[in-house]
């Protein structure tokens, strides 16, 4: 009989299942079906039980409960979240623009190397061409290369598929996983400039503040958070961040890291429209694509820090009415887990529980939308 694995932890929150896997430094959001079937394994009850429970709650066919029943027990065993079952991969944040292909059979291209300076710090940054390349474009607008730097964050390639983040000589990652190395020097940035930071979650999105007051626009590649960001700006927004959303303790403020927007071509005419620099702006490839960057203007670097006020996940879907839906503190957790979010390495019960609580006080929507002019009408209120 299978039975919960030793190392999870279940929190309680209404409207779905959500499990600390410990050994795995893996957070897991399920829905209600799911949450049904842990119910009665957490119970005690046998597969047959399980089965017939199933058939009579959600009045399907046994065959039909048989396999789905199979299937959720199949992954959980998977991520070693029942007994006998292995761990599972860790949840992480990373940035967006920043992933491209890395073929590691490849010989890397030698070091680029260049000087930034930011918020007064000249810093020299150094990496392998090949794995994150693009990741230059968007410091190009702050080099200075005449400074002498203060510090030097290094990111090369180490044997056949590992990357490996120095910062002044001290090794901080070693991943197979270019976005995360990309993550990891914008947040090596971040406390390099705010050196007294304390994280509380790193969140793969944009942001902005409006009076003071954060907002977040989270979701994947596609989904027109950088087309709305680009807009919201153009309305008297402040932009904050795009890619990496980073909340500091105890305010759970968002810490400027305000990199030009990449903008790619099926929004290039809507964009240029608001901001006519960006048809000028030389293009490069990510991902594919020939992308422009929009670039915020260089005092974006010294605003303050804003507390997030809200959350929204935008969806461009085209012939659409704008619709912001409010989402509970579940749908909340469930979306930014299909993403990237870091809560703590290691993730602990306690840093998952002030989330959920902080969820709780801070309103989320999703909003879906065609019409750029009413969705940052909506946003408009939703912040007012």
Same mark, same amino acid.
């Given at each position: *009989?299978a039975?919960?694995?030793?190392?999870?932890?279940?929190?309680?929150i209404?409207?779905?299942l959500?499990?600390?896997?410990?050994s795995?430094?893996?957070?897991?959001a399920?829905?209600? @079906?799911?949450?049904?079937?842990?119910?009665?394994?957490?119970? #005690?009850n046998?597969?047959?039980?399980?089965?017939?429970e199933?058939?009579?709650t959600?009045?399907?066919?046994?065959?039909?409960?048989?396999?789905?029943?199979?299937s959720?027990?199949?992954?959980w065993?998977k991520?070693?979240?029942?007994?006998?079952g292995?761990?599972?991969p860790?949840?992480?944040?990373?940035? &967006?623009?920043?992933?491209?292909?890395?073929? %590691?059979a490849?010989?890397?291209?030698?070091?680029?190397?260049?000087?930034c @300076?930011? !918020?007064?710090?000249?810093?020299?940054?150094?990496?392998?061409?090949?794995?994150?390349?693009?990741?230059r474009?968007l410091?190009?607008? $702050?080099?200075?290369?005449?400074?002498?730097?203060?510090s030097?964050?290094?990111?090369?390639?180490?044997g056949?598929?590992? *990357?490996?983040l120095?910062?002044?000589?001290?090794?901080?990652?070693?991943?197979?996983d %270019?976005?995360?190395?990309?993550?990891?020097?914008?947040?090596?940035?971040? &406390? !390099?400039?705010?050196?007294?930071?304390?994280?509380?979650?790193?969140?793969? #999105?944009?942001?902005?503040?409006?009076n003071?007051? #954060?907002l977040a626009?989270v979701?994947s590649?596609?989904?027109?958070?950088?087309t $709305?960001?680009?807009a919201?700006?153009?309305?008297?927004?402040d932009?904050?961040?795009?890619?990496?959303i980073?909340?500091?303790?105890?305010?759970?403020?968002?810490?400027?890291?305000p990199?030009?927007?990449s903008?790619?071509p099926?929004?290039?005419?809507v964009?240029?429209?608001?901001?006519?620099?960006?048809a000028?702006?030389?293009?490069?490839?990510t991902?594919g $694509?020939?992308?422009?960057?929009?670039?915020?203007?260089a005092?974006a670097?010294?605003?303050?820090?804003?507390?997030?006020?809200?959350?929204?996940?935008?969806?461009?879907?085209?012939?659409v009415?704008p619709q912001l839906?409010r989402?509970?503190?579940?749908q909340?957790i &469930?979306?930014?887990?299909?993403?990237?979010?870091w809560?703590?390495?290691?993730?602990?019960?306690?840093?998952?529980?002030?989330?959920?609580?902080?969820?709780e006080?801070?309103?989320?929507?999703?909003?879906?939308y065609?019409?750029l002019?009413?969705?940052? !009408?909506?946003?408009?209120?939703?912040?007012?």
């Amino acid at each position: *009989m299978a039975t919960p694995a030793a190392s999870v932890h279940r929190f309680e929150i209404e409207g779905g299942l959500l499990l600390l896997e410990r050994s795995s430094n893996s957070l897991f959001a399920f829905n209600e @079906t799911a949450r049904h079937v842990w119910d009665l394994i957490e119970a #005690g009850n046998s597969q047959a039980n399980l089965v017939s429970e199933f058939v009579e709650t959600w009045g399907i066919s046994r065959s039909l409960a048989q396999q789905d029943i199979h299937s959720i027990m199949a992954h959980w065993q998977k991520h070693g979240l029942l007994s006998g079952g292995d761990g599972g991969p860790v949840q992480i944040a990373c940035v &967006e623009d920043a992933a491209v292909d890395f073929n %590691p059979a490849v010989p890397p291209l030698p070091l680029a190397e260049w000087v930034c @300076t930011i !918020r007064g710090i000249p810093m020299a940054i150094s990496i392998d061409k090949q794995p994150i390349a693009p990741i230059r474009e968007l410091f190009r607008h $702050l080099e200075t290369p005449n400074a002498t730097p203060r510090s030097q964050i290094k990111i090369s390639v180490a044997g056949a598929n590992t *990357m490996v983040l120095t910062q002044d000589g001290r090794e901080r990652l070693r991943t197979a996983d %270019p976005a995360e190395a990309a993550g990891a020097l914008y947040i090596a940035i971040l &406390e !390099r400039i705010h050196p007294d930071v304390r994280w509380f979650a790193l969140i793969h #999105g944009a942001a902005l503040a409006h009076n003071g007051h #954060g907002l977040a626009l989270v979701g994947s590649s596609g989904s027109g958070k950088s087309t $709305l960001t680009a807009a919201l700006m153009a309305t008297g927004f402040d932009y904050l961040s795009d890619d990496l959303i980073a909340l500091s303790e105890p305010t759970k403020a968002i810490v400027p890291l305000p990199l030009p927007l990449s903008i790619k071509p099926g929004s290039f005419d809507v964009v240029s429209r608001l901001w006519p620099e960006l048809a000028q702006a030389p293009s490069y490839r990510t991902k594919g $694509l020939d992308a422009r960057l929009l670039v915020p203007p260089a005092a974006a670097w010294d605003a303050q820090p804003a507390a997030l006020r809200r959350v929204v996940f935008p969806h461009y879907a085209a012939g659409v009415h704008p619709q912001l839906t409010r989402l509970s503190p579940f749908q909340t957790i &469930e979306r930014l887990l299909s993403d990237r979010i870091w809560l703590g390495s290691p993730i602990t019960e306690e840093r998952v529980t002030t989330f959920l609580a902080w969820l709780e006080d801070t309103p989320a929507y999703a909003l879906t939308y065609a019409d750029l002019d009413g969705a940052v !009408r909506l946003i408009e209120d939703v912040v007012a």
